[in-house]
């Protein structure tokens, strides 16, 4: 039995190093990217009228309430030709938001703006869906698309849209930003993680022409993009990621703009953070299932882009392996002190630290890019990191039974993430009647592996062994963080 530990939790170990080792890599290309000025090839001249494409833009929501007016006040300050713009609200709401956006949409139509509301009452394909049927009426060439949580600048299609003059370029993203960062610890953390993957992740990825993914929102596509990759569809829950994949594997090419920000609003209450943590983890695992085979298949990939598409798309089966890793250090830690034969092992293993020192160096590129180097900002993340990591591994449980799911095939419904229209930090979230009330029952889960790595404390110190004190510290912390606040968020 031991030894069957040792070799399974080596096995685990080398996988997270191999792909701590991918994202050094990505890591290197965005270093690479700094360094030389980027070449935006080909754009239009949007001063000429006969160079201005024809847009639509389409809001997909669903039951969005207490943010529908500040979206489409947003949106139509958008700054862009008006005989070459129309907005499509894509309503799949069932409740008394529908009357409201109306009334709404009613309001920026007499004041002429081309705005129609397109609603459905079956949510087939959900989203996807609600985005497949606008685009049978959509009269633009290219097809900007925001989430109900997005705020885009006034200048945001002339940042974009001029990309297109290069006919290969199929969709054009733009980095996510937050409105509402500094909210709690739960928004920091969110922050922190999207900032990685939409500054080293995605400018790696693109500067290294491997494939990446259009991120649902607050980018725009080519018409004939979408149809040459075969429309959207809703047979996964992650369907940008999925139309991503397809139009690159049909050798159309993507455009990521760092330097263009698009504000968003983070979810501020777990129960949200939950449903969309669940909807991502989920649905990378069954694109991984639906589309890796097609990638190894293409003869005109290369292995490098083979190895970070095997990476990208299992990303979130990482949590799988974390959550092993964890449960299996406490038997690990008896293990090593009542067998002196394995006593080479545990030193050896000692190497797998390497993937902590690479993680920690990525996330400290790109924490630096935004927030500043120095000091003090050194100090803010070393702090931010290791609150970060400890509350991904407590979210590891919900999350690994989200991969679970999404690898064996088990469907489920798209539940969209409630927006709460949170502008300052003293705004509540207690009224918003989209939360979920009830309890998972992974909460229990949580609460009992917060209770064993407690346990696990204690075994170091009884056993007086405290190289794994750290580790088990955050595991502790990052259970007791999520189990709480899923209470007390109920309260």
Known sequence: MDLAIVITYTIALIFIFLYSLAQLNLLFAYLKSKKKAQENGPVFDLSKTEETPYITVQLPVYNELYVMERLLDNISLLDYPNDKLEIQVLDDSTDESVNTTLSKIEDLKAKGLNIVHIHRTNRAGFKAGALKEGLCKAKGEFIAIFDADFLPKPDWLKQTVPHFKNPKIGVVQ??????????????????????????????????????????????????????????????????????????QLKNWEFKYLEQVETPAELPVVISAARSQQ????????????????????????????????FFHLLNSSMFLLVLFVAIM???????????????????????????????????????????????????????????????????????????????????????????????????????????????????????????????????????????????????????????????????
Request: net charge positive; aromatic share 20%; hydrophobic share 45%.
């Open 278 to 309: 669940f909807r991502w983890n989920k649905g990378a695992a069954e694109n991984f299932k639906k589309i890796f085979k097609s990638v190894i298949a293409n003869k005109d990939l290369s292995f490098s882009t083979k190895v970070h598409s």
């Open 174 to 247: 733009t980095r996510w930003g937050h409105i509402n960062r500094n909210y709690s610890v739960l928004t920091k953390i969110q922050a922190f993680a999207l900032d990685f993957h939409f500054t080293m992740e995605q400018v790696g990825r693109n500067i290294k022409k491997h494939f990446i993914n259009f991120n649902g929102t607050a980018g725009i596509w080519r018409k004939s993009c979408i149809l040459d990759a075969g429309n959207w569809q809703g047979d996964t829950l992650t369907e940008d990621l999925d139309l991503s994949y397809r139009a």
């Open 329 to 491: 250090s406490v038997p690990i830690l008896y293990i090593k002190n009542n067998n002196p034969m394995f006593s080479w092992y545990f030193n050896v293993i000692g190497f797998f630290a390497l993937s902590t020192v690479i993680f920690f160096t990525c996330y400290w590129v790109t924490y630096k890019e935004i927030h500043g180097s120095g000091a003090k900002n050194f100090l803010s993340y070393i702090k931010m990191f290791f609150t970060f990591f400890s509350v991904a591994m407590g979210f590891s449980v919900h999350n690994s039974v989200a991969v679970l799911e999404g690898h064996l095939g088990k469907r489920s419904e798209f539940v969209r993430t409630p927006k709460f229209n949170m502008k300052n930090l003293g705004d509540t979230w207690k009224d918003n009647k989209y939360i979920n009330k009830n309890l998972s029952t992974n909460t229990f889960v949580e609460a009992f592996l917060m209770c064993y790595f407690a346990f696990a404390l204690y075994s170091g110190y009884h056993l007086q062994d405290f190289g794994l004190a750290i580790f088990h510290s955050m595991l502790f912390f990052g259970f007791a963080f999520v189990f709480f606040k899923s209470i007390l968020s109920k309260v």
